[in-house]
């Protein structure tokens, strides 16, 4: 299995149904944190669930439309990234994140997200990626625009979830932007 440094203890790689148990057990550590955002923290119970989650991943990534990726600090899943869509077809895909709360605030998402968005760009061609988040979601909406991604537009009252109809968001990056912004990093680090 691959692993990609993150710095300071923290890795990203990808999560697998036989991983279940680590995973059921970050949900329950993450869920009162992200279940007002974050459905599958709310609908992860048990261990059969989070099998059939991560299987459905698998099944995704299998047949190229999605994957799903955890986020290890000193050996500890504590948060991930995943594509929910990779669609080849229109060289589009979404990216999600979640994190638990211990670990707020130390940019291990917009580090893991910078992984797999050079990825979808680089490696497989991908001219946008989006970023839904709920209107009500401050936090995932602040790391969407750290990361540099720009404010499409609003789907009113488009997500039904635990009695809310949320409006979401979509912010999206153009692979053109992302390159952009990669180079101003990069001359920014270099003065530094």
């Known amino acids: 299995m691959f692993a990609i440094s993150l710095g300071e203890g923290a890795e990203l790689?990808?999560?697998?149904?036989?991983?279940?148990?680590?995973f059921l057990e970050h949900v329950d550590r993450a869920r009162e944190y992200t279940?007002?955002?974050?459905?599958?923290?709310?609908?992860v119970k048990d261990l059969e669930t989070a099998r059939e989650l991560l299987q459905r991943y698998a099944d995704k990534k299998a047949a190229d439309t999605g994957?799903?990726?955890?986020?290890?600090?000193?050996?500890?899943?504590?948060?991930?990234?995943a594509?929910?869509?990779?669609?080849?077809?229109?060289?589009?895909c979404e990216l999600a994140v979640w994190l638990e709360p211990a670990m707020a605030g130390r940019g291990l998402i917009n580090k893991a997200s910078r992984v797999l968005v050079d990825w979808a760009i680089d490696e497989r061609g991908m001219h946008r990626v989006e970023w839904l988040v709920s209107s009500l979601n401050d936090r995932s909406k602040a790391a969407a625009k750290r990361l540099g991604f720009t404010l499409d537009g609003v789907l009113?009252?488009?997500?039904?979830?635990?009695?809310v109809r949320h409006d979401m968001e979509v912010w999206a990056v153009l692979a053109p932007e992302w390159r952009a912004l990669r180079e101003e990093r990069a001359a920014r680090a270099a003065v530094h």
Do not use: H, M, N
């Open 83 to 92: 594509f929910r869509i990779f669609d080849t077809s229109v060289d589009g």
């Open 35 to 43: 279940g007002p955002w974050v459905p599958f923290t709310v609908t």
């Open 13 to 22: 790689r990808p999560v697998e149904p036989w991983q279940a148990q680590e």
């Open 156 to 163: 009113r009252e488009s997500f039904p979830w635990q009695g």
């Open 67 to 81: 994957s799903f990726y955890g986020i290890w600090v000193d050996g500890t899943l504590v948060g991930g990234v």
